[in-house]
C-alpha cells in the first residue's frame, strides 16, 4: 500500500462528508474510526431485491421481494395486538402481512385497495402463506416498480445506526479506494504463487455484488471474493500469533532442568504405568522447562486421558529448581479437584500445595496470601490467583487448565505475576484442555502454541455405550436408575437449561431431585448446583463419591473434572440443547472404572437436523478427536473453541471449519512475510486487528 492509500484509509471516518460527532460516535461503537475500518466492514449476508415474484411462485423459507394489493385488513388483541393483512397479486395468490408492533398511521397507510412493495422471509403459516414484520413502501396506483441492480448487502450494525444509513458511509468509503498497486499488502510474487485474485476487486464485489453474482455462494462465503478476503483475515490472524510467540520467546524464563529426584518418587508412588502417549508429552515438556526461552505448550487429551499426572511432573521440575508453580482452574469444583490430587501425591513428598479461591475470606485469605508471596512451591486456585495482592516470590511456571474459558486480560494477568523484573524472567506456560482441537483449528487458532496430544486412555477403561431415549420414556429410565443402584452401582442425572441463569438453573435441578426422590424410596438421591456454597458443594461430592449417595442430580457444574470410578450410569436431560463438545464432557464423568458403563440422552421430540446429527455422533463413537471435527464441522470454530467471551478469534469474513483449506497457504505465506516482508506484516495487522493488537501478548 503506497503513502497515498495509507492517508486515504488513515482519515478519520469524520473526514467524510456528512459524517458529523454524532454519527461518528455511532460508528466508534462498531470499531470503525478510519475510512479503511469502512473498507474491511463486512457484510453478513445479502438479500435480492433485484426481482419481484410472483405470490404463486413464494416457497416457505426464502426470502423475496413482491407487489400487491391489499384486499383485508384484520386487527386482533388475543394475547397481544396485531395487524394482519391479506394481500394479492396477478398470480391470483393470497399472502398474509403479519405485524406485531404498529401505529394508528401504519394501519391506515395499509387499507384495502393499498399497493405495496414488499420484502421479507416467507413462513408457511395455519392459514397459508406468511411474512412477519416485513419491510414494505406503498406505491402510487400506477407508479412503476424500480427494483435494485445489485444485490443488498446486510452490516453488522448498532443501535441506533440503521442499514440505509451505514450503508451510504461505506459507500463514500469505497469511492476513496486506491488502485489494486496501492491496496495489495501481500507482495505481487506471491500472490502470483498462490493465485490470489484482486483485493480491490473482491471488496468491491462483496460489497456491492452484481445481479448475475452467485447469490448461493455469496450466502455461504464461497464466493471467489470472498475466499479472497478470508485468505487474508486468515493471513493477518497467524501473523499476529507468531508476532506474540517471538515476543514472548525473545524473554527469558529459568531453566527448570533437575536432576529429577522428586520426579522419580512420584513415579514410583503411583499405582498405575504412564501411557506411551503420557510419557512421549511429558518428555516433550521436559525439553521446553530445560530451556531459557518460556514453554509455550497446549496438552489436549480426552476426558480422563491423564493430563493431570504430566502436568504434577512439570510441576515437580519447577520446584525442585526453586521455582513456584500456579495451577488455575476456571471453576471452583475443578480447582479443588486438582488441589485433591496434588496434594495426594505431592504431600508425601513434603511439597506444601496452597489453595486460594475467590470465596476464601478474611484471614484465612491473607495467610494462603503471604505464604504464596513467601515462596509457597505450589498455589491451585481459580481467577483469583490474577487478583490485585497476590503476590509470588519466584513464580516459574503457570499451568491453565481449560484456557478457553479464561478472558484475554486474565491469563495477561497470571503471566505478568509471572514475570521476574529483576531477573528479566516470564514463567513457563502449559496449558491443559480436555477438549480435543482438531488439526485445523489448532494450526489457526493457537499458532501461538506448541500442542502435545495425549491420544491414548489409560489401559482398563471401558467404551461407555450411549443409547437417545425419547422424554416419553422416561419412567423407563427412572427404573433402570432403581435397578443399576440395586446391583451397587451409582448414576448421575444431569440437568441442562439453555438459560444462563444460575437460579433457573438450580430449580430444574431441584424439580429433578424432587422427582428422583420420590420415585427411587430405595436408593438416596444427592443434589449439587452451582448456587451452592463450596463446602456444600464438596460435602456432597465427598458423600457421593464414598459410596453414600446411589444417585447426583447436578447441572452441568460436574462437566470436567469430576471422578467417581463406581458411578457408571449417566442420564443427560434435554440433550438436544447441549453441543457435542459439552456432551462428551459430560459422558466422560462415567466409564473410569472396569464396569460396563452406559449414558442416556433424554430429548425433547421432535428433534431438528442438529441435534440429530448430534446424538448420532454420539452413539457412534466415544473418541473426542473424532468428536471434536464433527463439533467444528456442525458448529463452527467460535464454539467449538468457547472463544465467543475470550476476544480472540471474532472473523469477520473468515470461517476456519468452511476455510480450512486456505490454512496451508496462509502458513506458507506468512512464514515469507515475517522473513522478508515485515513492514507488510505489520499494516496487516494495522488494517484487519487495528486495536485489538494489544491483546496479541495474551
Known sequence: MSVAADDAGMQPVAALPGVGP?????LQKLGLEHVQDLWFHLPLRYEDRTRVTAIADLRPGQSAQVVGTVEAVERGFRYRPQLKVAVGDDSRQGLQLRFFHFNRAQAEQLAPGARLLCFGEVRQAAQGLEMVHPQYRRLGADEAVVVEDRLTPVYPTTEGLGQKRLAGVIAKALALLPPESALELVPHELCAAHGLASLREALL???????????????????????RLAFEELLTQHLSLKRMRAAMQRRKSPSLATAGTLRRRLLESLPFSLTAAQRRVDEEVRRDLAQTKPMLRLVQGDVGSGKTVVAALAALAAVESGCQVALMAPTELLAEQHLRNFRHWLAPLGVDVEWLAGKQQGKARQAAMQRVAEGAPVTVGTHALMQEGVEFARLGLVIVDEQHRFGVQQRLALHDKGADHARGEVAHQLVLTATPIPRTLAMSAYADLDVSAI???????????TVAVSNARRAEVIERIRVACAEGRQAYWVCTLIEESEQLRAQAAEVAHAELTAALDD????????RLKPKDKQAVMDAFKAGELAVLVATTVIEVGVDVPNASLMVIENSERLGLAQLHQLRGRVGRGAVASNCVLLYQPPLGQLARERLAVMRETNDGFRIAEKDLELRGPGEVLGTRQTGQLSFRIADLSRDAHLLPAVQQVGERLLADHPREADRLIARWIGGAARYARA
Open 22 to 26: 454524532a454519527l461518528a460516535a455511532l
Open 205 to 227: 464485489t462483496v460489497h456491492r455484488p452484481t445481479p448475475d453474482a452467485r447469490l448461493d455462494l455469496l450466502l455461504h462465503g464461497r464466493h471467489p471474493a470472498q475466499q
Open 455 to 465: 491420544d491414548e486412555l489409560p489401559p482398563g477403561r471401558t467404551p461407555v455405550q
Open 523 to 530: 436408593c438416596k438421591v444427592g443434589l449439587i448446583h452451582g
